[in-house]
């Protein structure tokens, strides 16, 4: 089974700390998504990257950056974080061809407080 | 991209079939229709996906109408452990890479 690992389960940041979500896939997945998750809003999609070093804007890229220097790794930075980047975060892959090209597999979520 | 909307909320009696509907009425001919699912505490899982034909698969049945621009998810004996946040989407695969979900419809089986 395909697996995405995401590093933490819970987090608890500072204002102004500079925050790294890392994600993991171990079956060769081109595609990696980051998502945020709040109540009542469904998933909203920061960032995406369809390849290594290449990344595109979601919906709300405001106050992250991305980073994906291996294929299997894709990671969610907050710079300087903020207390309205308290949110469940969702990583999530899906492979470029194959039967399963249309199945996008989340990883757990990171629950990040920011206080 | 095409926008999707579904019911807020709706309840299932455990046993009986659960009908899902989910309205996509500016879908282009190359677009299909993706059902995701969200348990509590969970990341969303897969359940099916179709473009014009009605889909079955071991989870659900997907039925999509003559025009496209609706569709309903059934789940056929719904069970307690389906209680969970149920998302439709549209996309053209492989090209289009940006998924967005809406709010989705969340679906509390009863015993």
């Known amino acids: 089974d395909v697996k995405v690992t995401q590093s933490s389960r819970y987090l608890v940041k500072r204002t102004g700390e500079k925050v790294f979500l890392e994600c993991v896939q171990d079956?060769?997945?081109?595609?990696m998504f980051w998502y945020r998750q709040d109540p009542g809003l469904g998933l909203r999609l920061i960032y995406f990257s369809y390849d290594v070093k290449m990344k595109e804007k979601g919906d709300i890229p405001e106050g992250y950056s991305v980073s994906r220097e291996k294929k299997e790794r894709f990671s969610l930075i907050l710079e300087s974080a903020s207390t309205n980047q308290t949110s469940m975060y969702l990583c999530?892959?899906?492979?470029?061809?194959?039967?399963?090209?249309?199945?996008?597999?989340f990883g757990s979520g990171t629950q990040l407080s920011v206080l | 991209d095409a926008k999707t909307t579904q019911p807020p909320s709706m309840d299932c009696a455990e046993g009986r079939a659960a009908n899902l509907p989910c309205n996509h009425s500016t879908i282009s001919g190359n677009e299909y229709v993706y059902w995701y699912r969200q348990i509590h505490s969970q990341g969303p899982q897969y359940i099916i996906h179709g473009l014009k034909n009605n889909e079955t698969n071991e989870m659900a049945s997907l039925i999509i109408t003559e025009d496209r621009k609706s569709s309903t998810l059934i789940l056929p004996h719904a069970t307690l452990r389906d209680t969970a946040v149920y998302y439709c989407i549209v996309r053209v695969p492989p090209d289009d890479y940006k998924l967005s979900f809406g709010a989705g419809t969340t679906v509390t089986v009863r015993a």
């Open positions: 079956m060769d997945h081109e595609n």
């Open positions: 999530a892959s899906i492979p470029g061809v194959g039967r399963d090209a249309v199945k996008l597999f």
